[in-house]
């Protein structure tokens, strides 16, 4: 196993502090495992894709406009 140091605010840390039964190294480790794990799915998926980055941002755009409605029609 490698060793591997991070940086974060110390606000973080007192929060972190309130829960020392929490092993916080591993939670990490799970974290990182699953972000390498989305980045993988999405570089298969990007590989595979046929959609322009145009196509992309106008479908994320029209995504983002129906989940605006449907949760403004919700309220």
Avoid: C
Wanted: glycine letters at 4%.
């Amino acid at each position: 196993m490698v060793n591997m140091t991070i940086s974060i605010p110390g606000e973080l840390k007192d929060e972190l502090d309130h829960f020392p039964e929490i092993n916080w190294s591993e939670v990490a480790r799970q974290a990182f495992r699953g972000k390498v794990a989305d980045l993988k799915f999405l570089l298969e998926f990007k590989k595979n894709s046929t959609l322009t980055e145009e196509d992309a941002i106008k479908y994320g755009r029209e995504l983002n406009s129906k989940i605006h409605r449907r949760y403004s029609e919700n309220q």
